[in-house]
């Protein structure tokens, strides 16, 4: 079973520092950024069409390795 979770959670508790509300406040900072980069010529549509998919893609297999691990944990009983 992926354990990716876990050892984001595990990261963080052994040296992750933990700031409080990040997001609030930040859309300029944020629209400089993405604006900074389109100039350098980066397809932000493209980067997050490719983000976008390939995160559905790793959340279908965790959730069937999730079902595939629950049904093996069932079937034992």
Do not use: C
């Not at 980066?42 to 691990?69: P, Y």
């Amino acid at each position: 079973m992926n354990t990716a979770p876990e050892k984001t959670i595990d990261a963080v508790r052994d040296h992750g520092v933990i700031r409080g509300n990040t997001i609030e406040g930040t859309y300029g900072q944020a629209s400089s950024v993405f604006s900074a980069l389109e100039a350098l010529g980066i397809d932000l549509t493209d980067v997050f069409d490719v983000l976008e998919k390939e995160g559905v893609e790793k959340f279908i297999q965790a959730w069937n390795e999730l079902l595939e691990s629950t049904a093996e944990e069932l079937a034992k009983k």
